[in-house]
Structure formats: C-alpha cells, structure tokens
C-alpha cells in the first residue's frame, strides 16, 4: 500500500471518528451515522490495499 494511500485512508477513519463523536455529543443522529459510514469505508479501503499488498508480493 502507497504511504499516501494509508495517509488518506486514516484521514478519513479519524474524520469518521470526529463526525461521529459529534454527532453523539450534538445528539445528532444522522452526523453520528455519516461518522460510522466514513470509518466503514476506511476499514474496507485499507483491507483492499492490504489484499492488493499480498498479490504484489
């Protein structure tokens, strides 16, 4: 995996993490989901260039 590539996907899971811990302290449930979503996707991203990893080897 690209070290940009690992740099953007963690942005993106702490972002989620931000999102979502606003949405809990703002009692906004739709921010809080959008949060989860965004780390969702990170942790896919990161597991696909982690799989991608494994065939370049």
């Known amino acids: 995996m690209a070290f940009d ?3 953007d996907n963690k942005a993106e899971e702490i972002g ?3 999102k979502e811990g606003v ?3 703002t009692d906004d449930e739709r921010l809080e ?3 989860k979503a965004d780390q969702k ?3 896919l991203k990161q597991a696909g260039e ?3 990893d494994v065939f370049k080897s």
């Open 33 to 35: 989901a959008e949060g």
């Open 41 to 43: 996707a990170s942790n």
């Open 16 to 18: 989620g993490k931000v």
């Open 5 to 7: 590539d690992k740099v």
């Open 50 to 52: 982690k799989i991608k």
């Open 23 to 25: 949405g809990k302290a």
